[in-house]
């Protein structure tokens, strides 16, 4: 029944607050980007994303349950423990039973919560046969990606309002380029390929992340750190550095685009032969393709 009250579109925001907390419902969320008057999580296209998801689900799910039983417990002590209702109150100190329960019930919580959890670090950190290897290298203050394979190398800086407008008049869909989020050279990726990202430093500690591929990891120089993703679905997938890093930390975002794989080889193709106008050609006709995916937030 509060499922079928949840799906109904005409509630209000706190409605749809209780309703997003309580059964992730993404229809609020945006894809690969923020959108207006986002709660939950943006959409997961990734099966760890999914799997980060439910656990989060599972997890609210307990504290609801949890609050809700602290809650009628409080009201009813106070109704029932009363100085009207209980003038004399007892001088009860122990009880065993109480006792037992009060320690092997949260145990047992905390068990319910530890096998999700396991599972989860576990598929984390546990990398499939890579299809493609990305190194990812956070300088301040912007992003380059290397392809070792294909011997390729982008650099992607923010995209100031003049060059958003720009891209937009030359024939990027708005809602490829949001504010603060787009750049100048987009990464491309399979779509349903497993991706190795080995993510380094060139000066101090960043962060690479994609909120819709449920990746997040440090970017600390002198060193290598890594992470996977498989992404299912195509369209382009923003993120941010997520490590307080310095003045434009606020400014050095990650644009990740997941096409089929034919379109993945002509671009790394023209961007080896240097070929700038062939790249965004390619770039324009898959943007067109994903538009409307979005509902923008920050144009
Ligand atoms: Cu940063």
Same mark, same amino acid.
């Given at each position: 029944m509060l499922r079928k009250v949840c799906s109904g579109?005409?509630?209000?925001w706190l409605l749809a607050a209780a309703c997003t907390s309580l059964f992730?419902? +993404? +229809?609020l969320a945006g894809s690969g980007q923020p959108s207006p008057k986002?709660?939950?999580?943006?959409? +997961?296209?990734?099966p760890i994303a999914e799997q980060i998801h439910s656990f989060h689900d599972i997890v609210n799910w307990i504290i609801f349950f949890i609050t809700v039983f602290v809650m009628v417990l409080l009201g009813y002590v106070m109704w029932r423990f009363s100085e009207k209702r209980n003038p004399v109150p007892s001088r009860?100190?122990?009880?065993t039973t109480l006792e037992v329960l009060w320690t092997v019930v949260p145990v047992f919580i905390l068990v319910v919560i530890a096998i999700p959890s396991f599972k989860l670090l576990y598929a984390q950190y546990t990398?499939?046969?890579?299809?493609v290897v990305v190194k990812a290298t956070g300088n301040a203050w912007n992003w380059t990606h290397e392809f070792p394979d294909q011997g390729i190398r982008i650099d992607s800086v923010m995209l100031q309002d003049g060059e958003r407008e720009e891209a937009i008049k030359s024939g990027m869909p708005a809602d490829q380029v949001p504010r603060t989020l787009a750049v100048n050279n987009e990464v491309l990726v399979p779509v349903n390929k497993v991706v190795h990202v080995l993510v380094t430093s060139s000066d101090v500690i960043h962060s690479w992340t994609i909120p819709s591929f449920g990746s997040k990891v440090d970017a600390v120089p002198g060193r290598i750190t890594a992470t996977w993703f498989k992404a299912t679905k195509e369209g382009i997938y923003f993120g941010q550095?997520?490590?307080?890093?310095?003045?434009?930390h606020a400014f050095m975002p990650i644009a990740i685009r997941v096409v089929k794989e034919p379109v993945f080889n002509d671009w790394a193709k023209a961007v080896k032969d240097r070929n700038r106008n062939r790249v965004r050609e390619i770039i324009r006709q898959v943007a067109k393709e994903h538009a409307g995916q979005n509902k923008t937030a920050l144009r």
């Amino acid at each position: 029944m509060l499922r079928k009250v949840c799906s109904g579109r005409n509630g209000s925001w706190l409605l749809a607050a209780a309703c997003t907390s309580l059964f992730g419902s +993404a +229809a609020l969320a945006g894809s690969g980007q923020p959108s207006p008057k986002q709660i939950y999580f943006q959409e +997961a296209v990734t099966p760890i994303a999914e799997q980060i998801h439910s656990f989060h689900d599972i997890v609210n799910w307990i504290i609801f349950f949890i609050t809700v039983f602290v809650m009628v417990l409080l009201g009813y002590v106070m109704w029932r423990f009363s100085e009207k209702r209980n003038p004399v109150p007892s001088r009860t100190t122990h009880n065993t039973t109480l006792e037992v329960l009060w320690t092997v019930v949260p145990v047992f919580i905390l068990v319910v919560i530890a096998i999700p959890s396991f599972k989860l670090l576990y598929a984390q950190y546990t990398f499939p046969p890579p299809d493609v290897v990305v190194k990812a290298t956070g300088n301040a203050w912007n992003w380059t990606h290397e392809f070792p394979d294909q011997g390729i190398r982008i650099d992607s800086v923010m995209l100031q309002d003049g060059e958003r407008e720009e891209a937009i008049k030359s024939g990027m869909p708005a809602d490829q380029v949001p504010r603060t989020l787009a750049v100048n050279n987009e990464v491309l990726v399979p779509v349903n390929k497993v991706v190795h990202v080995l993510v380094t430093s060139s000066d101090v500690i960043h962060s690479w992340t994609i909120p819709s591929f449920g990746s997040k990891v440090d970017a600390v120089p002198g060193r290598i750190t890594a992470t996977w993703f498989k992404a299912t679905k195509e369209g382009i997938y923003f993120g941010q550095c997520s490590e307080l890093c310095g003045k434009d930390h606020a400014f050095m975002p990650i644009a990740i685009r997941v096409v089929k794989e034919p379109v993945f080889n002509d671009w790394a193709k023209a961007v080896k032969d240097r070929n700038r106008n062939r790249v965004r050609e390619i770039i324009r006709q898959v943007a067109k393709e994903h538009a409307g995916q979005n509902k923008t937030a920050l144009r």
